[in-house]
């Protein structure tokens, strides 16, 4: 307990200087300013996570989306989140916490016995002076940790099949809260790497099986999913008012932070084994996009914290590979690497990820006359005292 106070202690420090600097706690996280072990999934059954949702289902429970499995194809025998809404519903327009119709916020800023409600619902549902309830969301699921942790990543994985495609059954707009302590209210999460047509802290219109979300970290004891709309989803009116049914569709909900105590060895099962499996493919491909992410934005310490400190490649070991980089971030102040198709295999030493890659450098500013390279890229990993660490990288032209 002595050292995770000094911990917390020193992220409230961090922070601080972080923000007075106008740098991220993300970018001090990842620069080696604050020792971590490793990224985890956080949001697992296993690691002492537990789901509640806005209406379970026996036939596709909520206890499914934190097991780890994600695969579409087990959608028929039971895994995933479904929960099928219609009602009262405004898409669109979401509420801050406590707002209501203005008269009756007025009536009830004068009784001192106001009780806002369930704060799983709050800011997601209106009380109407003629009576009734408007939502804007079709429903959460709210994940929450058995400790205060500190996560910056959540990938949500949407029904995606041959036979539910996520283009006509899967999620479509989302948005992630965290839950607030000091203001004891629900926050949103400010995302990072926003796309066009993607400016805002929400997901609109979304087609794919997966939606990886990066965002400012955030210290927080649980998170809420608010799915504010599904492919499926229609919208109609009776009389004055709009009404709206959809169908939510989930397999699984992984969020991505750093751990910072010791890992525990645990004896599991032999089903628990398949599940481990998800978890560490998981665990890979985020090492393998952080990864990626700093080399595109040529920063090396963040890029090194994804390498294992015995790297080995051709005689390259890890300083070697380290000052290799470093005079490619020198040489070109613009720097694109893509990776698409990434493949996940477990060996005897650890793993090796396979992806096709399209990199391009610039010794331009503006970006004009890239070299291209394209091919395919093998990363060996290793895994020490259970955190994912790339051991060696080869190259296929």
């Not at 997601?124 to 929450?144: H, K």
């Not at 996520?166 to 995302?191: C, H, N, P, T």
Request: net charge negative; glycine share 8%.
């Amino acid at each position: 307990m002595k050292y995770l106070f000094l911990i917390y202690f020193l992220l409230i420090i961090i922070f601080i200087f972080g923000c007075a600097k106008g740098n991220s706690i993300v970018d001090i996280i990842r620069e080696g300013k604050l020792e971590t072990k490793g990224i985890i999934n956080v949001a697992l059954a296993s690691k002492g996570a537990i789901v509640t949702v806005s209406e379970d289902n026996e036939e596709h429970p909520a206890s499914t989306l934190i097991n780890g499995i994600t695969d579409s194809s087990a959608w028929d025998r039971g895994e995933g989140w479904e929960a099928k809404y219609e009602g009262r519903f405004a898409r669109g327009g979401y509420l801050n916490y406590g707002m209501e119709d203005p008269r009756l916020a007025e009536e009830r800023g004068r009784n001192e016995n106001y009780n806002p409600g369930d704060p799983s619902w709050r800011g997601l549902r209106m009380d109407t002076s003629y009576g009734g309830s408007v939502n804007t969301a079709l429903g959460w699921a709210i994940i929450q940790f058995p400790e205060e942790k500190t996560v910056n990543r959540a990938v949500i994985h949407t029904i995606d099949s041959e036979k539910y495609p996520a283009e006509k059954f899967g999620v479509s707009d989302l948005m992630i809260q965290y839950w607030s302590e000091k203001v004891s209210s629900w926050l949103v999460v400010e995302r990072l790497g926003k796309s066009k047509g993607q400016q805002g802290n929400t997901i609109q219109n979304n087609k794919k099986g997966i939606i990886n979300i990066r965002f400012q970290p955030v210290n927080t004891t649980k998170l809420r999913f608010v799915i504010r709309w599904t492919n499926d989803s229609d919208r109609y009116t009776r009389g004055y008012y709009t009404y709206s049914s959809g169908t939510i569709r989930l397999l699984e909900i992984e969020v991505f932070g750093y751990e910072e105590e010791d890992v525990m060895e645990e004896s599991i099962t032999a089903e628990a084994v398949v599940v481990q499996d998800y978890n560490k493919i998981a665990e890979i491909e985020v090492v393998i996009d952080n990864y990626v992410d700093a080399y595109n934005r040529r920063n090396i310490d963040m890029l090194m914290a994804s390498i294992a400190i015995d790297y080995l490649k051709d005689g390259e070991a890890y300083l070697d590979f380290k000052k290799r980089i470093e005079s490619i971030f020198e040489k070109y102040p613009v720097i694109k690497l893509e990776l698409k198709n990434v493949k996940v295999k477990f060996t005897d030493k650890g793993a090796t990820a396979t992806a096709t890659y399209l990199s391009q450098y610039s010794e331009n500013i503006d970006g004009s006359l890239p070299i291209k390279s394209s091919g395919e890229l093998v990363f060996e990993l290793s895994n020490t005292n259970g955190y994912w660490k790339i051991s060696k990288i080869d190259s296929n032209q």
